[in-house]
């Protein structure tokens, strides 16, 4: 005989919470990893900040789909000319997406800070860092860097130091003013399950999508 209508509900009602809870449950132990194991890595001020050789800027797109100013990037590109003016750090790579013809977040990032009053000579470029794993693994494994200052917003700064730790590069991350209100919130909705992520590209040991021939900041 098959299942009474009532057991069966009930089943599906108990499979659906188990899965509501496990999900849950993964999102909480990343998230609590993550901030358990970088604090103490990053900084609000650059007082706090050790100096570092190189500063890598984790790219962004300068606008936001409605067309209006992207504060992650505007807050990311402050937070880079504070610390190269503050002599913190002596170069800036520059780490995005460059995905199209088009969309080119290393250049545009690039023209900005010179438009703050970086030299150019100190500005190097990554147009493969489609994601932070990406970012973190080529900072060391093509632009030859030990030990990195990551620039981005402290939720970012937590999830890429985490990474490069894991790879082996020694990270520190000058946090970039946060961004609050209706934009905040997706952001760092998103953030959470890029956390679960992290975990998983781990275990898989997924690599870069591009490596290419090394490249010397000098």
């Known amino acids: 005989m098959g299942l009474a209508p009532n057991s069966m ?30 604090q103490n890595k990053t900084f ?48 800036i790579l520059i780490s995005g997406d460059n995905g199209t013809r088009y969309y080119n ?9 010179i438009k703050a009053g970086i030299p150019t000579e100190k500005i190097f470029l990554d147009f493969a860092g489609f994601r932070t794993l990406d970012s ?31 790879k082996g590069l020694k990270a520190v991350g000058y946090n970039a003013k946060d961004v609050f209100g209706r934009t905040g919130l997706k952001v760092k909705a998103r953030e959470l399950l890029a956390r679960v992520k992290v975990f998983i590209d781990l275990i898989f040991n997924t690599q870069p999508k591009f490596f290419g021939e090394q490249i010397e900041i000098k």
């Not at 009602?13 to 999900?23: A, E, M, R």
């Not at 909480?28 to 990893?33: A, C, D, G, L, R």
């Not at 632009?143 to 490069?164: C, D, M, P, W």
């Open 9 to 38: 509900i009930k089943k599906v009602i108990k499979i659906f919470l188990y899965l509501v809870i496990s999900t849950l449950l993964v999102i909480f132990i990343s998230n609590y990893t993550i901030i358990y194991t970088t």
């Open 44 to 91: 609000d001020t650059i007082e706090q900040i050790a100096t570092n050789r190189v500063g890598l800027v984790l790219g962004t797109s300068k606008k936001l789909v409605d067309g209006t100013n992207n504060l992650y990037y505007t807050y990311r590109i402050e937070a880079a000319v504070q610390l190269f003016k503050a002599k913190k750090i002596k170069f």
């Open 105 to 113: 977040e290393p250049k545009t990032i690039k023209q900005d800070l």
């Open 136 to 166: 973190m693994v080529r900072a060391k494994e093509v632009f030859g860097l030990q030990q990195v200052t990551i620039i981005s917003q402290k939720f970012h700064n937590e999830r890429a130091i985490y990474l490069a730790n894991k």
